[in-house]
């Protein structure tokens, strides 16, 4: 072959080196025919159906006269020449350096995409000097782009997207890469900067960089690149600003440079690319206004600026903006007035959230009967709502909330038929609900709040069937509560709360089965409480009745309310006794009975006997063991009507009465003198020898002086851990032991979130007890502030041991897996073991303690929550960004799944040493980024050995199915748990380093 005559002399000096020292196999088939080259390579991949034309016949040994032209995804020239091998998404599984580039001298198209070929790009794939298109995108190729691959001077077509590639893109690439059309390099590793060359592919239209780790600014000279129709540079580590050489490229179509660190203006010079269809800048340190030159776009249908730290007004040229179609301006600092924005009919999506627009919404919104979603909310709008909108058909997702919206709601919100949110609370509307709102049957959330509404509530919300968050509080609305409230099977969070509503508290609403949360307080509701209230056994955050006229008596029924923990029925008329069966209520926290006509005994729990006085003054004669209510066995005595005998009766009795006090008196002083020095020689003994958590009972003040003298005022060089709600400290007490002390200051009087937490840890950890959850010792609410107290645990959190070096390494592969291990037993334990199960909802590496022995632990239950079995759980979002459930952000239904997410990106952070990151995204992407796992794990520590690899790769293979998107299809905890105990099913390790991660991610558990 004539091969060499077209090699230039800068590739065979590049050559030359390679082919004098390495006998590789790579080469070993060099210059072999073409059909036993493709026969070769065949053989080293794995059995593939695609394949199977690939053959000589049965009679024929030898490849003599065999042709592979009439092969699958073989084309060849009118010679019989291989010209183009294309097998994407065939199942190819192997390398590609077992096929001989060098055997293929008239190859052009080359198409392995889609398929799970491993290794690296081998060096001799450069010999393909005609290559015009090479497509190895979506497979598991690592290592570096070799520099052989310049000499693909033909090449016109390059996409190895979807890999692991790492590296510098060299400049020699550009030099000789002047015929590219297309390079596609996105979602790689690769590094460095773009080099200033690339001004050299003065051909190129296509420029696909995304998802990679590049960084340096955006070279200006990419300005010479008049052809270039896409520019994707997003999701790297590109700094400096946006060239205004960009305004170049009057061909551009795309422009996105998303999730960077790009500061600076928006360039004017952006406004001359007439072609532009889209603009992604999005989440970047941009600054200043968006400039009126945009305004020439009039081409654009996507515009996405969120998350940036923009500024100033928007230019009235966006209203030439009139193909535009979704807009997103939220999370800036924007001001002014907001233009005539739906002029062309054509906007879908607009969000300009918390911003500081002013003025009206523009008329133009009426007409704008394209949209789906608005999210105008946390602004300072100041238009009359009557006359802003119109008939959205299409619209799903509303909120304007937190305006200065006026005027009354129009009817015509009924017709807006496919609306699931729908958010106008916090502003200044006034007149009636209109009726047509019941006509929303497809509304999960109704927010209209804080306005001035009047009038009743519509009883065609009893048609809203889907509905399952309704806030009408903080109104005027007046009338009864509509009997066809009780319609609302899904209702979890109705909030009707300061309003005027009046008469008796309809019963249908006890067959609101889902309810968690209702709040009635401040209006003048009257009658008794329906014992159907009774049936609403999933209520568990609030039951609130406060400040009516609600009179008779409380219903035992009331008692079936065994996962309710705030129960306030204050300020009514209510009689008689509290029923005794309310001692059954083990999930109470606060109670509020104050300012009734009650009376009789308190039920004996410790949520009753523990309550302050406050909650039970003014009422008629309650009685029980708290302090500011009298005993119920005291009885006052009666005289009667006794004159005969009565001066006998004084002188006789009276005497000897005195007598036996003195006598009692003298006894008592000597025993409680016996018992106080019993209790002071037993204190004193306890302190020296024993559990200091003793004396509690007898001197909280003692315990409460140790740990302040032992931190000396909790001073900072004894803290050893700050969270969300305190500071974590650690204490040497005199009698030797060392303990770790949560302080939060200020508890009565302060944030309320601080008591919350507060009290679900101290709920939370003394109705638990697992090896692997933090032991709580005890806890002191005293005046200055209050502290819980637990076990010590001397090597600290997860967090601070992967993140130093040398801690790290001590962490080895078997304690790696014992730390996963103990995570997944201790919430195995929480949700399948408690009487009711436990959901942590802030597992993070922080929350994770180890001990001396390096067993782990899990802590911090300030946001646990009790879970509602065959609820959807309706909660605020809570937990670490990062560790949080995806389904959390749009749902706001807490699960035992949501912990399932959070412990699988624990354990992936314990073998990988670092948080994950963008992995778990890109591994649910349809273009997934598929890692080899070697490269995954931690690199600080070796290999694992044969027998560790196995649980290594069992461990990683459940955090994987623990990240799934879809809550239902990651498994429980206890399976989790039960799975890592017996070390699962066995995983053929002959090539633990070819093992990847999207292979793990798809392998059931």
Known sequence: ????????????????????????????????????????????????????????????GSTNGISPCKWTGISCNSLGSVTEISLPSAGLQGKLDHLSFLSFPNLVHLNLSGNTLTGTIPAHIGTLYKLMSLDLSANNLSGILPLSMANLSRISELDISSNEIRGELAPIFFTNWTKLISLRLQYNQLTGNIPSEIRLLTNLQILYLRGNKINGSIPVEIGNLVN????????????????????N??????????????????????????????????????TGPIPPTLGNLTKLTFLSLFDCQLSGSLP??????TNLSKLYLGGNNFSGYLPQLCQGRSLQVFTAFDNHFTGEIPKSFRNCTSLTRVRLNGNRLAANISEAFGVYPHL????VSDNMLFGELSPNWGRCQNLTMLQLSGNMITGRIPQEIGQLTQLGVLGLFSNHLVGEIPKEFGRLTSLFNLTLNDNQ??????QEIGNLSNLEVPDLSMNHLSGPIPPQLGDCSKLQYLKLSQNILNGSIPFQIGNLVYLQGLLDLSHNSLNREISPQLTKLVRLEKLNLSHNMLSGSIPPSFQEMVSLQSIDFSYNALEGPLPKSKSFQKAPAEAFINNKGLCGEVQGLRPCNTSSISHGDVKQGHRVVVLIILPLLVALFLLFAIFGISSIYYQRRKNIEKGVLERSTGNPFSIWNYNGNAVFEDIVEATEGFDDKYCIGTGGYGKVYRANLPMGQVLAVKKLCQLEGGDQSNQRSFRNEIRALTEIRHRNIVKLYGFCSHVRCSFLVYEYMEKGSLASILSNDERAAQLDWTLRVKVI????????YMHHDCTLPIVHRDLSSNNVLLNSELEASVSDFGTARLLIPDSSNWTTLAGTYGYIAPELAYTMRVTEKCDVYSFGVVALEVMMGRHPGELISSLSSPNRDDTL????????????TTEVAQKVVFAVSMAMACIRPDPNSRPTMHHVAQELSVGGPSFSLESFHALTLCQLFDLKV
């Open 228 to 247: 270039l129709n896409e520019l994707v540079l997003s999701i790297n580590h590109l700094d400096g600003y946006i060239p205004s050489t960009l305004g």
């Open 249 to 286: 490229l009057s061909m551009l179509t795309r422009l996105s440079l998303y999730e960077n660190q790009i500061s600076g203006t928006i360039p004017a010079e952006l406004g001359n690319l007439k072609n532009l269809v889209g603009i992604s800048l999005y989440r970047n340190n941009l």
């Open 477 to 482: 609305l007046s009338g009864q509560l509509p």
């Open 933 to 944: 796992l070697k490269d995954m794990l931690d690199q600080r520590l070796s290999d694992p």
């Open 821 to 828: 291990k103990g995570v997944a037993h201790a919430l195995s």
């Open 316 to 321: 009235q040229e966006m209203t030439n903006m």
């Open 396 to 399: 799903t997702f509303m909120d």
């Open 1 to 60: 072959m004539a091969i060499h005559k077209s090699l230039s002399l800068s590739f065979l000096l590049f050559f030359l080196p390679f082919l004098s020292s390495h006998a590789t196999s790579s080469f070993a088939t060099a210059g072999l025919p073409e059909t036993d080259a493709l026969l070769k390579w065949k053989a080293s991949l794995s059995p593939a159906q695609a394949l199977h034309s690939w053959s000589l016949p049965a009679a024929n």
